[in-house]
């Protein structure tokens, strides 16, 4: 089999030959324009989640610069990007097959300029009404779509026994965004840095500027820089074009539906957890400065992917997370220990160390859960198409197509659980506000105790 002669890189390339499979073509040139591709998409998808999660840090402050909204209202806001990002990632997960990788990272990049220039805007003036801020927070959403395109699209870049440790380097390293946002945000708020483009701040009692809006507005620059990065560095694969009818058939498969739910349990509680933290943290230790500490969790989580990944490749993904289920069901028992009782006791420190261990394990499932994908889908569509007398080359390519498509669509279920852990922990604040706080939170913990049980043991099968 001759080698293609296109080029490794040019603008707009289309690479029409590409064999990650085949050790020669891996070593002289494979890993070269996959690596290049990963260390792009990293970054794009970083600045996705910095966007997404954006109103878990500029929720809580909105009191601060003047708005009158309820509690539950402010979960609301942190909890709707995950709405419109879990529906999104549903398309998104077919888009690079469709329309190229490079083409759509480079669009899925750049439009999220918008709900940052716009929310940037928003903060400033008291007036905006609540549904102005709604459309605002579902547009961030798109930023949590560009997760499943992100990950199908570097997928097909790589052979199958170092896919576990590419995913878990581009989706952790791009979970990061999380708590990147959380760790910058609160420093920017402080800095008159956008006064040329309107940015005016709100006096605070302690005799501080608090600049809100540029919590929005910091991410803007980066996004562009990295829009042009991903268009004239990226590259596309012949190979990975696919159109909807061929992609649509994963659907039906079993496991896809049983990977969805292991997934919504894992990177649902990392992301869940990522939105609702801080505003949980505030409500339950209200004399805690939890901006300063809330960064820490997300990012270890994010460390603990690439970590799953890696690891899942060498001791199996089925195994990594069975005994993580069995330590998030242990913690997240724990956690319910922790919070105050009528409004005393509790501890802020064992509440942080155990909600860091759940961040860590989180993120851990989150991993092992996508290796698993890849490996299960990859080998069903190859024994599927030999088995019907198919060539190598066609098993190949219908597996990555497969497995792509399974990793967009799971990713699309467990975003899921951004929407409905910061809602619960609302939720139960509003309708219980007159009892005890340890008691306005029973039934989500002991709801999520039950899930993990039931994940660990569903896993185990």
Known sequence: ??????????????????????????QQR?????????????????????????FSAVAVNLPKVGFNFTTDQLFMLTALPSVSGALLRVPYS???????????????????????????????DTSTPFSTFIIISLLCGFAGANFASSMANISFFFPKQKQGGALGLNGGLGNMGVSVMQLVAP??????IFAAFGSHGVEQPDGSQLYLANAAWIWVPFL??????????????????ASLKEQLPVLKRGHLWIMSLLYLA??????????????????QFPDVQILHYAFFGPFIGALARSAGGAISDRLGGTRVTLINFVLMAIFSGLLFLTLPTGGVGGSFIAFYGVFLALFLTAGLGSGSTFQMISVIFRK?????????????ERAMREAATDTAAALGFISAIGA??????????????????????????????????????????????
């Open 380 to 392: 069903l569509t190859m024994d599927r198409v030999k088995a019907e007398g198919g060539s190598d």
């Open 416 to 461: 899921i659980g951004g929407f409905f852990i910061p809602k619960a922990f609302g939720s139960s604040l509003a309708l219980n506000r007159f009892a005890s706080r340890r008691d306005e939170s029973l039934s989500y913990f002991l709801y999520r105790l039950r899930r993990y049980y039931l994940g660990g043991i569903w896993t185990s099968f």
């Open 266 to 283: 894992t990177f649902g509680s990392f992301i869940g957890f990522s939105a609702g933290f801080a505003m949980l943290s505030k409500t």
């Open 30 to 54: 494979g890993h070269r324009v996959a690596s290049r591709n990963l260390w792009i998409s990293v970054p794009c998808l970083l600045l996705a989640f910095c966007v997404w999660m954006l």
């Open 224 to 241: 562009a820089i990295f829009t042009l990065a991903a268009w004239f560095g990226m590259n596309e694969l012949a190979t990975s074009k």
């Open 1 to 26: 089999m001759s080698h293609s002669s296109a080029p490794e890189r040019a603008t707009g390339a289309v690479i029409t030959e590409w064999r990650p499979e085949d050790p020669a073509f891996w």
């Open 94 to 124: 077919f888009m690079v097959p469709l329309f190229g990788g490079r083409r759509w990272t480079a669009f899925s990049t750049g439009i999220l300029i918008v709900p940052c220039v716009w929310l940037g805007f928003a903060v400033q």
């Open 187 to 192: 420093l920017v708020v402080s800095l008159s």
